[in-house]
């Protein structure tokens, strides 16, 4: 099955400064990557989400990228707010597109 | 439009008693899903159903059967609880293959 590594564990940025967090994936096969939020408490929400036939995807101050040859995704977070303080999941959908399996969270704290 | 309803949020069971977890979406999704969540070890599929019909074991089946009553719910059953089986429980759905994941609000299991 597929083998999702996410790095790093814990991540703490200063209020304004740029977050990255990094995804690796072991299936070839996976095509479609989502990032999850998960506030404490909550359930995960899904914020961007990237499929194999494209390199890059923003969406305001978020961005993914996606290195199918190097099978490598991240996250970027530009101008972090307070509000983005949670734990992130990436995940990889696996070869018949619903096994989708996550990668052990980055929890990110903004320092105002 | 409530999305994926799980039931209940909280239960707390002895060693070897057994629970049914009931998870319903009105989106009218094929795939659905569940998975545990345990502390830094992310989200791991337990079982899923791709279609009405169909169910398939995922990462962590062992100690787990599931049903897919229809295409609205599908529950998944602990026929012998053990202290392994202490998590957050999250049912999810999605339309298709490769598309997005929604979670429900989980289920906050505690074995004695």
């Known amino acids: 099955g597929e083998n999702v590594e996410q790095h790093p564990s814990t991540l703490s940025v200063q209020e304004g400064d740029s977050a990255v967090i990094k995804c690796t994936y072991s299936?070839?096969?996976?095509?479609?990557f989502p990032w999850y939020k998960q506030e404490l408490g909550k359930r995960p929400q899904l914020i961007i989400d990237i499929r194999s036939n494209v390199g890059e995807k923003k969406d305001q101050r978020i961005a993914v990228t996606l290195n199918k040859t190097a099978k490598h995704f991240s996250l970027h977070i530009t101008e972090t707010q307070p509000e983005d303080s949670a734990v992130y999941f990436c995940?990889?959908?696996?070869?018949?597109?619903?096994?989708?399996?996550f990668g052990t969270g980055t929890s990110l704290t903004v320092i105002p | 439009n409530a999305g994926v309803t799980q039931t209940p949020k909280f239960q707390v069971l002895k060693t070897g008693q057994s629970m049914t977890l009931q998870c319903a979406q009105d989106?009218?999704?094929?795939?659905m899903y569940w998975y545990r969540q345990d502390p830094g070890m992310g989200l791991r599929l337990i079982y899923y159903?791709?279609?009405?019909?169909?169910?398939d074991k995922g990462e962590v089946p062992n100690g787990y059967n599931v049903s897919r009553l229809n295409k609205r719910e599908f529950s998944l059953r602990l026929e012998s609880a053990a202290p392994s089986q202490t998590s957050v429980y999250f049912c999810?759905?999605?339309?298709?293959?490769?598309?997005?994941?929604?979670f429900g609000n989980g289920t906050r299991l505690t074995v004695t």
């Open positions: 159903s791709a279609s009405e019909g169909t169910t």
């Open positions: 299936d070839s096969a996976s095509n479609y």
């Open positions: 999810a759905s999605s339309e298709w293959d490769n598309s997005p994941l929604h």
């Open positions: 995940a990889a959908s696996g070869n018949t597109g619903n096994q989708f399996y």
């Open positions: 989106m009218n999704h094929n795939s």
